[in-house]
């Protein structure tokens, strides 16, 4: 799920197959889509087409690239990944450039299997997108994509020549999902899973943030991947949308209300567009789409693969990883998080994001375990090193490796909005109720970045935010300069106290690492050994939005009473940050974040994606801090070795 849908189908087919790894002494190549690799690969693989039966008798097509010198007593297990965007190419003489996730798979020798989920390009059935999971099933009738992926590994080791009875499944993004998914009841074969930036309930997932729609994610994805497909197609060409601009703040805003998207662009074609409309809320069609609760019976090993700056799935792997630990007691389940945006680990050498440097490659850790864990797994290779939990320190630039995640040792503390923007330790003690106050206008939203793109920008998760912090609906909080290092693992909670003169209003919180402009000895703000001079540069470190109708509950929302002092409390995705000494935390506290999030109009109205131009106002919007009402953000603090 980028910029357009031709982009997103290229990043789709790259996720297949995977990136080379750099050899020893070669350059790396980050998107290993290269003329050799490919050669390697026509020269050394036999690729099969099948369409194989699942138990109601739907037939999956898959693309099976296996080793030539596969024969009895030379073996190989098989890689399976299950998409539903495409196993192009189709043709037994058209073979994929790229297999595993990265080239040492293809050297190493494993057997490489592709399907087309059901109803998807070449493969029969209905699509449904996030199919729910069917808890009890009564017959062959009841079918889910743990059931289609029992069928086709229970196909594949009867009937590919050549395979050692051992399966693996891997995927990113869509086919994280269906990785996590297939996990569920395992196959006997299964024996190693790496869901990566898996989907794990869509309402969560890429479709919204706290109830907040994300606009320019769905708009830009759907316009191309929701067309209908009533017959199985071996076509690769895909409709690209074109936003006729290369503003997509100004095509949004000039879209107005949601209602209009489909009016003018999808004219009904797009048929989850209109389930998105129909349910704005966390009502029982998104509820049936948590894979979550049903993530149990897995017997297979498991590895657990996010990016800290995912755009797009960052909710996804930190809670499939929960699931799993808490719902299958004593198996292997690892968890890593990497300095990486969507799909960073597979397709980026890892040194940096947007303004943010992490001074080496830091998918080389990474790339190596990998391999190590489907190799052990699948073909009786040496046990990798792999802890519960290895995950990447941002700020300090360091691998780190905990036998629980969050860290045990972490502790909550509070940090509370102050007077003159002050953010410190300690609980306000004013008497008297005090706030700040800004105008939030939907018609002159916030922007979520300075990138020029129609897209979801990726740079924007660690993207200076003095473009924002210089806005008057924009407030700002900030410690005075660490006096040590401060370290957060885990998740963070906002908690504020606000008003408005509207009905309904969102509420972004970001934390932000400032650098400082001048450090101790003289020099400047400058974390890069003079590469770079960072002096006051606010990083953003997380950002998260809430839709405040949803304060009480996610399936009722409700509106606010102008001018009422309301609690609006809400969880923000995990991070593992250090604040270095000298630094600032700054918090940003705003009310539009366009158009990554669709515009609040600020009147309630019981579905936003039926609201009308009269209905975006401008609000007066409050945030207290005072002893009665003290807005705060709570976090995990990891103490030093020498507190």
């Known amino acids: 799920m980028h910029s357009t849908f031709r982009s997103l189908m290229v990043l789709v087919l790259a996720?297949?197959?995977?990136?080379?790894?750099?050899?020893?002494?070669?350059?790396?190549?980050?998107?290993?889509?290269?003329?050799?690799?490919?050669?390697?690969?026509?020269?050394?693989?036999?690729?099969?087409?099948?369409?194989?039966?699942?138990?109601?008798?739907?037939?999956?097509?898959?693309?099976?690239?296996?080793?030539?010198?596969?024969?009895?007593?030379?073996?190989?297990?098989?890689?399976?990944?299950?998409?539903?965007?495409?196993?192009?190419?189709?043709?037994?003489?058209r073979y994929a450039r790229k297999l595993g996730p990265n080239a040492q798979y293809e050297k190493?020798?494993?057997?490489?299997?592709?399907?087309?989920?059901?109803?998807?390009?070449?493969?029969?059935?209905?699509?449904?997108?996030?199919r729910p999971h069917v808890a009890k099933k009564s017959g062959p009738k009841d079918i889910d994509e743990s059931t289609d992926t029992y069928d086709t590994i229970d196909w594949l080791v009867k009937n590919v020549p050549g395979n050692n009875g051992r399966v693996g499944q891997w995927g990113i993004s869509y086919p994280g999902y269906y990785t996590s998914a297939g996990a569920i009841d395992s196959h006997p074969a299964l024996k190693a899973v790496s869901p990566q930036a898996p989907i794990a309930d869509w309402f969560w997932d890429d479709m919204h943030r706290h109830g907040a729609f994300n606009l320019v994610?769905?708009?830009?994805?759907?316009?191309?991947?929701?067309?209908?497909?009533?017959?199985?197609?071996?076509?690769?060409?895909w409709r690209r949308f074109d936003h006729g601009t290369p503003d997509g703040y100004q095509f949004f805003l000039d879209l107005g209300p949601l209602g209009n998207a489909d009016s003018r662009y999808f004219k009904g074609d797009v048929s989850f567009w209109k389930d998105l409309s129909a349910h704005p809320n966390y009502d029982a069609f998104w509820q049936s789409r948590n894979l979550l609760p049903h993530l149990k019976n897995i017997k297979a090993?498991?590895?657990?693969?996010?990016?800290?700056?995912?755009?797009?799935?960052?909710?996804?792997?930190?809670?499939?990883?929960?699931?799993?630990?808490?719902?299958?007691?004593?198996?292997?389940?690892?968890?890593?998080?990497?300095?990486?945006?969507?799909?960073?680990?597979?397709?980026?050498?890892?040194?940096?994001?947007?303004?943010?440097?992490f001074g080496f490659q830091t998918n080389a850790v990474y790339q190596e375990l990998e391999f190590s864990f489907f190799k052990h797994h699948l073909k009786g290779g040496d046990k990798p090193d792999l802890p519960e939990a290895l995950v990447f320190e941002t700020g300090a630039n360091r691998w780190r490796r905990f036998d629980t995640w969050p860290p045990k040792q972490v502790r909550e503390q509070r940090l509370y909005f102050q007077p003159k923007g002050a953010l410190a330790f300690k609980e306000p003690t004013a008497a008297e109720e005090s706030f700040d106050e800004y105008v939030s206008d939907p018609n002159k939203p916030v922007p979520y970045t300075m990138e020029l793109t129609t897209g979801w920008a990726k740079g924007y998760m660690t993207e200076d935010q003095r473009f924002a912090a210089r806005r008057p609906d924009v407030l700002?909080?900030?410690t005075e300069p660490l006096t040590k290092d401060l370290t957060l693992a885990g998740p963070l909670e906002a908690e504020l106290w606000v008003s408005t003169t509207g009905t309904d209003a969102d509420w972004v919180v970001k934390l932000i690492d400032e650098n400082p402009g001048k450090m101790p000895g003289g020099s400047r703000g400058d974390d890069d050994e003079g590469k770079r001079d960072r002096?006051?540069?606010?990083?953003?470190?997380?950002?998260?939005?809430?839709?405040?109708?949803?304060?009480?509950?996610?399936?009722?929302?409700?509106?606010f009473k102008p001018g009422e002092v309301t609690k609006v409390r809400f969880t923000i995705n995990d991070v593992f940050h250090t604040f270095k000494r000298g630094h600032r935390v700054m918090i940003q506290v705003q009310s539009s974040w366009f158009p990554f999030i669709d515009r609040n109009p600020q009147t309630f109205v019981p579905n936003i994606f039926e609201a009308k131009d009269e209905d975006f106002v401008r609000a007066f919007h409050r945030v207290y801090r005072s002893a009665a009402h003290p807005s705060s953000l709570k976090v995990s603090v990891l103490p030093a070795l020498d507190d």
């Open 15 to 93: 996720v297949l197959a995977g990136p080379a790894r750099a050899q020893a002494a070669k350059p790396q190549q980050p998107y290993g889509d290269t003329q050799e690799r490919a050669d390697y690969i026509r020269s050394h693989y036999t690729k099969f087409e099948y369409r194989i039966p699942m138990r109601d008798g739907t037939r999956l097509f898959t693309a099976v690239y296996v080793p030539n010198d596969a024969r009895p007593g030379k073996t190989y297990p098989v890689l399976l990944t299950r998409t539903p965007y495409t196993v192009a190419p189709y043709g037994l003489d």
């Open 108 to 130: 190493d020798g494993f057997i490489f299997a592709f399907q087309d989920v059901r109803g998807q390009h070449m493969s029969e059935g209905e699509f449904v997108n996030m």
């Open 217 to 237: 994610l769905a708009f830009d994805f759907f316009a191309g991947f929701g067309r209908p497909r009533p017959q199985p197609t071996d076509s690769e060409d």
């Open 301 to 357: 090993a498991v590895m657990v693969v996010g990016g800290w700056y995912d755009t797009e799935d960052l909710y996804g792997p930190l809670r499939t990883y929960g699931a799993i630990e808490k719902q299958n007691p004593g198996i292997s389940n690892t968890l890593v998080m990497g300095p990486w945006p969507h799909g960073g680990w597979n397709r980026t050498d890892g040194t940096a994001l947007g303004d943010a440097e």
């Open 476 to 478: 700002v909080y900030q």
């Open 535 to 559: 002096g006051h540069q606010q990083t953003l470190v997380r950002g998260e939005p809430f839709r405040g109708r949803f304060r009480d509950s996610y399936s009722e929302p409700k509106p």
